[in-house]
T-cell receptor, first 112, second 115 residues
Framework: KQEVTQIPAALSVPEGENLVLNCSFTDSAIYNLQWFRQDPGKGLTSLLLIQSSQREQTSGRLNASLDKSSGRSTLYIAASQPGDSATYLCAAYKGGSEKLVFGKGTKLTVNP | GAVVSQHPSRVICKSGTSVKIECRSLDFQATTMFWYRQFPKQSLMLMATSNEGSKATYEQGVEKDKFLINHASLTLSTLTVTSAHPEDSSFYIC???????????FGQGTRLTVV
């Protein structure tokens, strides 16, 4: 059974700081791993999708890495801004399935 | 990216009534749609997988007679919460995958409050 864990549960940083969010999964036979952003009371916005054959993906100030052997993924946010404040969720696709297994998320607060 | 529209965004209903939530893929055909439920400060929990033209597959512990799912076309899936009770109050989110299922796109979510 795939389980996804995110650490820390909450993080507060000053504006401009670089930060790393962590995600670990128990079953390394994942298909893909996806990072999402969720604003309060809103749906999910897809940030980055890393396919199982890839090691990282980049989009603007965001960089996500995937290490299947250790069961870990990280989301790196450079030069954080107050607008980055949100909950960040990682989710792993169960092997052989289209189903996503989500972590509980990391609530990020970037203080001006 | 692909767009998934979910409606309504917020609904308040009386206990005992039924509520229908729509999930539409606007610019792509979604052979598979998923329905999730999210409790406060918790992660998303998959409720059911909806395939166009066939019966939905429910996750363990989800009452299929309470949460009716219809996937009538390649762009529309509906979730009907029947005989709603206050404990059904939650945030419901749908998602759809593109052909091949390599990436999931999510709707805006529906906040259901049963009074």
């Amino acid at each position: 059974k795939q389980e996804v864990t995110q650490i820390p549960a909450a993080l507060s940083v000053p504006e401009g700081e670089n930060l790393v969010l962590n995600c670990s999964f128990t079953d390394s036979a994942i298909y893909n791993l996806q990072w999402f952003r969720q604003d309060p009371g809103k749906g999910l916005t897809s940030l980055l999708l890393i396919q199982s054959s890839q090691r990282e993906q980049t989009s603007g100030r965001l960089n996500a890495s995937l290490d299947k052997s250790s069961g870990r993924s990280t989301l790196y946010i450079a030069a954080s801004q107050p607008g980055d404040s949100a909950t960040y969720l990682c989710a792993a696709y169960k092997g052989g399935s289209e189903k996503l297994v989500f972590g509980k998320g990391t609530k990020l607060t970037v203080n001006p | 990216g692909a767009v998934v529209s979910q409606h309504p965004s917020r609904v308040i209903c009386k206990s005992g009534t039924s509520v229908k939530i729509e999930c539409r893929s606007l610019d792509f055909q979604a052979t598979t749609m998923f329905w999730y439920r999210q409790f406060p400060k918790q992660s998303l929990m998959l409720m059911a997988t909806s395939n166009e033209g066939s019966k939905a597959t429910y996750e363990q512990g989800v009452e299929k007679d309470k949460f009716l799912i219809n996937h009538a076309s390649l762009t529309l899936s509906t979730l009907t919460v029947t005989s709603a009770h206050p404990e059904d109050s939650s945030f419901y989110i749908c998602s759809a995958t593109t052909l091949g299922g390599t990436e999931a796109f999510f709707g805006q979510g529906t906040r259901l409050t049963v009074v």
